[in-house]
């Protein structure tokens, strides 16, 4: 039993071994002319311009819920559909008050007007 916690730490400390040794090579063989203007903050190659901070609508917020709700139900529906029968009716009702959650969410964006297409 000894024997395979061996052959995992040998295979952890060769693992660790060749990444800092991949880091130390890349950091060695790397020639850098830091100045200036290549140390200057830039986003997508644009200057940057007043202040770091900026306002941002609503309508992205919303996005990123819609995905949380599709990402949330599928994390919980596929492996819930495999192993429904031996769960039991339990399980259905457990299922229906979650999608019943997912569907306020839903009908919220729906209100909001996210689901339209412009």
């Known amino acids: 039993m000894s024997e395979a916690y061996g ?4 295979i ?3 693992g660790l071994g060749g990444l ?6 890349n950091r060695a063989l790397t020639v ?3 100045t200036a203007e290549k140390l200057k903050t830039y986003e997508s190659g644009v200057d940057p311009v007043g202040e770091g901070w900026a306002q941002v609508h609503i309508r992205y917020y919303l996005y990123a819920y819609l995905y949380v709700i599709f990402a949330v139900d599928a994390v919980y529906l596929f492996p819930w559909a495999g192993v429904y029968a ?3 009716l339990s399980s259905l009702v457990e299922m229906f008050v ?5 569907t306020v969410g839903l ?3 729906y209100r909001k007007g996210v689901l339209t297409w412009t």
């Not at 979650?98 to 997912?102: D, G, K, P, R, S």
């Open 98 to 102: 979650f999608l019943a959650f997912v």
């Open 32 to 34: 850098t002319y830091p």
């Open 86 to 88: 031996a769960l039991g």
């Open 107 to 109: 009908l919220y964006a």
């Open 7 to 10: 052959v995992v730490a040998a």
């Open 12 to 14: 952890l400390v060769l």
């Open 20 to 25: 800092i040794g991949a880091f130390a090579l």
